[in-house]
């Protein structure tokens, strides 16, 4: 038969059997219909008949990189409000100048935001806004695979809830299956208990998962305990979201006697850890070594343009791993593997992927990037894991391929034409940024 994509003479990043990382020097890759059917040697890949074959030699294969948690639309808002508070970073800025959004503003952010990722590594991202029926359609443009939720508020009442939904409902298996849907409401503290646990009750009904920012700082996890005597993740588990598959954004406000009530619950329950804007705001970060040791997966994300700047998932790596060995005063911990581990398996388990992705596999959905290793930044390579972590960057991906459709190829690219989406969405933005005295599409008292 013949193949959709082949790409040989690479070094193939591989896990072991218990998801240890390793290196396999000139393999071969074939792809049929979106599914990695063998990694094997170049040598037995030679003669492999192709439609499209890439000559990988001084490159690196390895599974796409999986952006856990952003707003994909708010890069239209990237650098707008620096140097804020969180408090006045939403209030004086961001929710006012949300409540201008137009369906067409979310959906050129969500094909720039696309290109973004696609030049980056990532191949699949989880988001959590508004008008997401128009970031479905920008995935489906830009040939990404997505988990995509419609955020909602209770001060909406039970109409956002409702939106929700049916979104969620209508939407998953679309793009040919590259799109995956999830209840979306916002956090503990905009979200009320009843919501909460009507949230849990709708996921179970439809076999739904749920994303929800909570516990994102210690002062929010302090002011929960002040006003309910609960931590936030004390409130979902009360709420019963524990116990259905839960992927929880930031969780730097997570407290050590939160971490027994995680491991009781009965769900998929993971984290997405997002350290650039965690510095940027003074939050401290996820306690990626206490999440791990309990069995919980730690994704890696980026958050928002908004806060974050970037939709650089291989920064977040960089960065988890130099946090990590800071605040634990540890520089054992997190190792250049271990880093590699959450930014490709544990990633895939966040967003409930899986056994799909995050990995090199027979099997697994052809979802993959090649990376470029003889420049001068990265030469010379003694250990390709701390090469890969510490020494690459995102502008080192020179092929990006989701379902074995090539996305980018050397740094070209192919689906998504980023100068009339930037013209486009430039002259909208003055109307979008005007702020609107008094006009939030919510507060934020956390």
């Known amino acids: 038969m013949t193949a959709d994509l082949v790409i040989t003479g690479c070094t193939a990043l591989?896990?072991?059997?218990?998801?240890?990382?390793?290196?396999?020097?000139?393999?071969?890759?074939?792809?049929?219909?979106?599914?990695?059917?063998?990694?094997?040697?170049?040598?037995?890949?030679a003669d492999v008949p192709s439609f499209e074959r890439v000559d990988a030699s001084g490159q690196l294969a390895m599974p796409g990189f999986i952006n856990c948690h952003t707003h994909a639309p708010m890069v239209a808002l990237r650098g707008i409000a620096e140097d804020q508070t969180v408090e006045e970073w939403f209030n004086d800025w961001i929710w006012p100048i949300e409540s201008n959004?137009?369906?067409?503003?979310?959906?050129?952010?969500?094909l720039l935001a696309c290109a973004e990722m696609i030049r980056g590594g990532v191949t699949s991202f989880a988001d959590h806004y508004f008008s997401m029926d128009r970031v479905a359609a920008a995935v489906t443009e830009s040939g990404l695979r997505a988990n995509l939720g419609w955020a909602y508020f209770s001060s909406q009442g039970p109409e956002g809830r409702e939106r929700s939904l049916d979104f969620a409902l209508r939407l998953r298996g679309a793009a040919g299956g590259r799109i995956t849907t999830s209840l979306a409401p916002h956090a503990p503290y905009t979200v009320d208990d009843t919501d909460l646990a009507a949230t849990a009750r709708l996921a179970r009904e439809h076999g739904l998962p749920v994303h929800i920012h909570a516990a994102e700082n210690k002062a929010q996890t302090d002011s929960s305990l002040e006003r309910y005597g609960r931590t936030p993740v004390q409130v979902l588990q009360r709420a019963g979201l524990l116990d259905v598959d839960l992927l929880i954004a930031h969780g730097t406000g997570i407290r050590e006697e939160d971490l027994a009530v995680l491991q009781e619950g009965g769900g998929r329950i993971a984290v997405a850890t997002a350290p650039r804007g965690y510095l940027k705001f003074g939050w401290g970060t996820t306690p990626v070594r206490a999440l791990r040791s309990i069995g919980i997966p730690v994704g890696l994300a980026t958050d928002g343009a908004a806060s974050n700047n970037t939709l650089d998932v291989w920064e977040s790596m960089t960065l988890t791993a130099l946090v990590q060995k800071s605040v634990e005063q540890d520089p054992t911990w997190l190792t250049a593997r271990e880093a590699l581990d959450h930014?490709?398996?544990?990633?895939?388990?966040?967003?409930?992927?899986?056994?799909?992705?995050?990995?090199?596999?027979?099997?697994?959905?052809?979802?993959?990037?090649?990376?470029?290793?003889?420049?001068?930044?990265?030469?010379?390579?003694?250990?390709?894991?701390?090469?890969?972590?510490?020494?690459?960057?995102?502008?080192?991906?020179?092929?990006?391929?989701?379902?074995?459709?090539?996305?980018?190829?050397?740094?070209?690219?192919?689906?998504?034409?980023?100068?009339?989406?930037?013209?486009?969405?430039?002259?909208?933005?003055?109307?979008?940024?005007?702020?609107?005295?008094?006009?939030?599409?919510?507060?934020?008292?956390?």
């Open 14 to 45: 591989v896990h072991g059997e218990h998801g240890e990382i390793g290196f396999v020097e000139n393999s071969g890759i074939v792809v049929r219909d979106g599914v990695i059917q063998s990694v094997t040697s170049a040598r037995d890949v």
């Open 101 to 110: 959004l137009t369906d067409r503003v979310v959906e050129l952010g969500a």
């Open 343 to 446: 930014a490709t398996r544990q990633s895939a388990l966040a967003v409930g992927l899986g056994g799909k992705a995050g990995a090199l596999a027979p099997g697994f959905r052809a979802d993959l990037i090649l990376v470029d290793l003889t420049g001068p930044h990265t030469q010379p390579v003694h250990d390709i894991a701390a090469t890969l972590v510490h020494s690459a960057r995102s502008s080192d991906v020179l092929t990006t391929v989701v379902d074995g459709r090539i996305l980018m190829r050397d740094r070209r690219l192919l689906t998504l034409d980023v100068p009339a989406i930037v013209s486009e969405l430039g002259s909208l933005l003055p109307d979008l940024i005007k702020r609107r005295g008094g006009q939030r599409i919510q507060d934020y008292n956390g």
